[in-house]
């Protein structure tokens, strides 16, 4: 007989597919999509998850029967909840109110508690989710903060799993790296392992407008204020998390929040992968891009989680009407 033993045993190997409509006819390389929302938890977040708490659990940070508090948007909520209900541990998860109601629904169904804060606050405001998560940790006993935007088990994560999987996959012959960057630990993590196996090996972060990131990486400098609230969910920061090493990402495309909903939507209308938002985003800004590819360029583009998480938002024809979305 073949089986796990749990579901947290089917983290990982995730396929990865060719794109053939959504780019257009006249699209130059050939791009491969690393679709991650085979794993249980139908996002990349899985991985990392289960990386951080086995690493605190190794040095002692997470405890038996101890509390994981974490603020999140949702996916990795679901990861590291489902590798909390294996190892017997609680979760608290404290998220902000832009997150679509599908993904603190699907937490609240796997035992998680959570907290939805306010969207338009600063991070050092006492009222944004990454203050009260932190908060939280202090109050609760035996309270772990996984803190994933300067957990360093987040990019490692990657480095060991995610990247070497597309390096087998593509047989090493990859040029191109496409990743939404948000904490930082994809992009950096598989930008590592990648640039370590070959410099010439180019990584774009996908960011978007209102983040500070691709300001970060062009300057060198960190302007808080300059960040302004936007839409898209999965990519894009206020902060720089420590998980970003700025030295392997070699660009930062930015693509609008109207352009990462409509990519998404015809992503799973042409192309049958049903995915979120930050996948759109990915779509929009190959399409962007596409005069800097080549004929001879293989593309592995991230798609980090399922379209299920935004069925009340971008795959919601009257929401993206009221955004003026849709005619």
């Known amino acids: 007989m073949k089986y796990y033993n749990n579901i947290v045993e089917t983290i990982g190997n995730t396929p990865l597919v060719k794109i053939n409509r959504v780019l257009g006819e006249d699209f130059p390389a050939l791009v491969l999509a690393k679709v991650e929302t085979t794993n249980p938890g139908n996002s990349v977040k899985d991985r990392m998850a289960l990386k951080m708490i086995e690493d605190a659990e190794k040095d002692g940070r997470l405890k038996p029967g101890g509390t994981i508090i974490e603020g999140t948007s949702g996916n990795t909520g679901m990861g590291l909840a489902l590798v909390a209900i294996q190892k017997g541990y609680k979760c608290i998860f404290v998220t902000n109110s832009k997150q679509s109601k599908e993904k603190c629904d699907i937490l609240r169904a796997v035992g998680a508690e959570v907290i939805v804060c306010p969207t338009d606050v600063k991070p050092t405001d006492p009222r944004s989710y990454y203050s009260v ?4 940790a202090k109050e609760t006993e035996n309270g772990w903060y996984v803190n ?12 060991e799993s995610t990247a070497p999987e597309i390096w087998d996959q593509t047989d090493g ?9 948000g904490t930082g630990g994809t992009v950096t993590g598989c930008g590592t392992f990648f640039k370590e196996k070959n410099p010439d090996i180019k990584i774009i972060g996908v960011d978007t407008y209102g983040s500070i990131l691709k300001e970060i990486h062009e300057t060198g400098e960190i302007h808080l204020n300059h960040a302004y609230t936007y839409i898209t969910e ?4 206020d902060i720089l998390p420590e998980n970003y090493d700025m030295s392997v990402i070699d660009h930062f495309e930015k693509v609008t929040d109207k352009d990462g909903a409509i990519y998404a939507r015809r992503l799973a209308k042409e192309e049958g992968i049903f995915c979120g938002y930050s996948a759109g ?3 929009s800004a190959l399409v962007q891009m596409k005069d800097q590819f080549t004929k001879d360029d293989v593309i592995v583009v991230l798609l980090h989680d399922h ?3 935004y069925v009340g938002k971008i795959y919601n024809d009257e929401w993206m009407k009221e955004m003026g979305w849709l005619d």
Do not use: C, P, W
């Open 133 to 136: 998560s932190k908060r939280l």
């Open 148 to 159: 994933q935007y300067d957990n360093l088990s987040n990019r490692q994560a990657h480095y």
């Open 173 to 181: 012959q990859l040029t191109h790296f496409v990743a939404g960057a």
């Open 234 to 237: 999965g990519i894009g920061e």
């Open 281 to 283: 985003s990915a779509m």
């Open 307 to 309: 379209g299920s998480r």
